[in-house]
C-alpha cells in the first residue's frame, strides 16, 4: 500500500486509525488563498475527507514523505473510493495551476489530481503507475472565476491498490500542452496499398480526420534520401504535408540523413554520398535539408519543426559524423541547422536523441553539442517505457534538461502495445512481455493509461516548457505491403500491436489521449 518501503502492518493500522479520524474533522482551508499543510506534516489538517460510501479511513497520514517526513496515502485492504480535498478562496479571476508529488502501485479504477469548483468544467491529471523509489510531479490547471478552487486528491480503487501523495502547491500559472502529436509517416503507403480506417464507432474516414477529430494537432514525417520503395522520399513527403496541412494541423520534418532507418545502432550515409570527403558531406546535408524545406514552403506547407538528425545518440552519417568525434558531428549539425533557418527563422529545430530516461547520457550529449555552439530550439527524447524504463526516470531527466539549457522539451516518439499478438508473419517489433511496464497491461486499456500519462508527466515540466508527446506510427497496422523493410517487400508490419487503430483499422481507445 506505502509502495516499495512498507511500514509494519500494527504501524500502518494504528497511523490509518488515528489520522482517519483526523482526516472526518479536518476543517476545510475557508479562509486561505495558499495550500495549507501541503507537505502533511501536520497530519491532515487543513485537508477534508469525502468517501461516497463509507470508506474515509482508506485516505490517512502516515510516515515516508517525499521531502519531509510523512505523506498523505490512499489505501486499503478492501475496495474503497475517497477523496481528500482542500478549498482555496479569496482568489484572484485568472489561471491557477496546483502541482503535486505522486506514487501508485496501479490497478485503480481511477485515481487523479482535479481542480473543481474553480468557476468552469474540473480538470483532472490521472496518476501514473510508479516504480522503485521514484516520485513523479502532476500538474493540473484551471481558470478561476468567483475566487474559489478546490484541489482534489482522489482513488476509487479495488483492495489493496495504493497511492501516496505529497508536497503540494497551488499558485496561479498555467500548464498546457501545445503538441499533441503523431508520426505518420507509414500512411501514405498503407492508403496507396488499400489500407482503410475507421473512427472507434465503426465509420469509414481518413486517417488524418479521425486522428484530428481525437485531438491530434501535430504530424511528424520522416525524410530519407534515396529509399529503395520510394516512400518517405521528398516527393511523397510533399504529397502528405499538403493533406497534413489542408487539415489544419501543424508540421514536423525528422530528416533521418540516410536511405533507411537511422536510429542509435545504425546511422547509415544515403549510398549517393558514401564517397563524398566531409567538406561535400557538410554541403550535401545543407544542400539536402534545404531543398526539402524549401519546396514544402514553396507549395505552401513550410514546416513547423524540423529535426536535424533522428536519435542521433552516438552521431549521425558514421563514420564522420560520430560523436568519436564531437567536433565534426557539430559541424554537420550546423550545416543542418543553418539550412532549415535558411528557408524559415521561424521553424523550430529539434535536436533528437533515444533513451530519455537516461539523465546522465543526455546531459552529456547535450553538454558536449552546446559547448560547440551547436543552434537549437526544442530538446527532442524518445520514450519506450518497455525498452526504457519508468515515467519517473522519463521526468528526472526533462526536469534537468529543460532549464540547464533553457529550452522546450519535447518527446517525439513513444508508443505502447494493445496485445502482444501478431497480426502478420513479420514479428513485432516488442513481443517480450516481460519488459512491460508494470501497472501499464498490453491491452487497449494499458494503451490508453500509458500514452495519457506520458502526456502527464510531460505537461509538469516547470517554466512550461514540456511541449507534450508525439506517438509513433499510430496508423501502421498490418496492411499487405506496407512492409517493415524498404529493401524487401515481403516483410509485413513490426508494429500492428501498438498502432492506434486495430487490425482492422478501427480506432483503439488511446486515440483518445491526445483529447486531453
Not at 295 to 324: C, F, H, R, Y
Request: glycine share 10%; proline share 4%.
Amino acid at each position: 500500500m506505502t509502495g516499495p518501503k512498507k511500514l509494519p502492518a500494527k504501524w500502518v493500522c494504528a497511523a490509518a486509525a488515528v489520522f482517519a479520524v483526523a482526516a472526518l474533522t479536518a476543517p476545510t482551508a475557508s479562509a486561505a488563498s495558499t495550500i495549507t499543510n501541503g507537505g502533511f506534516e501536520s497530519g491532515t489538517s487543513g485537508w477534508t475527507t469525502y468517501s461516497p460510501n463509507g470508506t474515509q479511513a482508506a485516505s490517512f497520514n502516515e510516515y515516508g514523505g517525499r521531502s519531509g517526513n510523512h505523506r498523505l496515502s490512499h489505501w486499503s485492504s478492501s475496495a474503497y473510493q475517497v477523496e481528500t480535498r482542500q478549498t482555496l478562496t479569496g482568489l484572484a479571476d485568472g489561471r491557477f495551476t496546483t502541482r503535486v508529488w505522486v506514487r501508485s502501485g496501479g490497478g485503480q479504477v481511477q485515481s487523479y489530481v482535479a481542480l473543481r469548483g474553480c468557476g468552469g468544467a474540473e480538470q483532472r491529471t490521472h496518476v501514473p503507475v510508479s516504480a522503485g523509489e521514484l516520485w513523479v510531479q502532476l500538474a493540473v490547471t484551471a481558470t478561476v472565476s468567483g475566487g474559489q478552487c478546490t484541489v482534489v486528491l482522489f482513488s476509487n480503487a479495488r483492495a489493496g491498490n495504493w497511492t501516496n501523495f505529497d508536497d503540494v502547491q497551488f499558485a496561479s500559472g498555467q500548464t498546457s500542452l501545445p503538441i499533441r502529436g503523431g508520426d505518420v509517416s507509414t500512411l501514405k503507403k498503407a492508403e496507396d496499398l488499400g489500407g482503410v480506417y475507421r473512427t472507434a464507432s465503426g465509420q469509414q474516414q481518413e486517417a488524418l480526420q479521425i486522428l484530428k477529430a481525437n485531438g491530434m494537432n501535430l504530424v511528424r514525417l520522416k525524410v530519407w534520401v534515396n529509399p529503395a520503395d520510394g516512400y518517405n522520399d521528398k516527393a511523397k513527403v510533399l504529397a502528405m504535408a499538403r493533406k497534413v496541412k489542408a487539415q489544419g494541423l501543424q508540421l514536423m520534418v525528422d530528416f533521418h540523413y540516410s536511405d533507411t532507418w537511422a536510429d542509435p545502432g545504425r546511422q547509415n550515409k544515403p549510398a549517393a554520398w558514401a564517397s563524398y570527403s566531409f567538406q561535400r558531406l557538410t554541403q550535401a546535408v545543407y544542400e539536402h535539408t534545404y531543398d526539402v524545406l524549401n519546396a514544402l514552403k514553396a507549395q505552401g506547407t513550410t514546416a513547423d519543426m524540423v529535426q536535424v538528425g533522428n536519435e542521433i545518440n552516438g552521431g549521425m552519417l558514421w563514420p564522420d559524423g560520430s560523436t568519436d568525434n564531437w567536433d565534426r558531428l557539430a559541424t554537420l549539425l550546423k550545416s543542418g541547422v543553418s539550412a532549415v533557418k535558411a528557408v524559415s527563422s521561424s521553424t523550430r529545430v529539434i535536436l533528437h536523441v533515444a533513451k530519455g530516461t537516461d539523465t546522465g547520457a543526455v546531459r552529456w550529449w547535450y553538454d558536449s553539442a552546446v559547448a560547440r555552439g551547436v543552434p537549437f530550439d526544442v530538446i527532442g527524447l524518445s520514450y519506450y517505457g518497455y525498452w526504457h524504463g519508468t515515467l519517473g526516470e522519463l521526468q528526472r531527466t526533462m526536469f534537468e534538461a529543460a532549464p540547464r539549457y533553457g529550452k522546450d522539451i519535447l518527446v517525439v516518439e513513444t508508443a505502447y502495445p494493445f496485445t502482444m499478438d501478431n497480426a502478420d508473419h513479420e514479428g513485432n517489433a516488442f513481443s517480450d512481455r516481460s519488459q512491460l511496464v508494470p501497472g501499464y497491461p498490453a491491452t487497449s486499456e494499458g494503451q490508453l493509461a500509458n500514452f495519457r500519462d506520458v502526456l502527464s508527466v510531460v505537461q509538469a515540466v516547470p517554466g512550461g516548457r514540456g511541449l507534450g508527446a508525439v506517438y509513433w506510427e499510430p496508423t501502421w497496422y498490418a496492411v499487405p505491403g506496407n512492409n517493415w523493410d524498404p529493401y524487401n517487400p515481403s516483410t509485413g508490419s513490426g508494429w500492428d500491436n501498438q498502432a492506434l487503430f486495430d487490425w482492422s483499422g478501427r480506432a483503439l481507445p488511446a486515440i483518445a489521449a491526445f483529447n486531453r
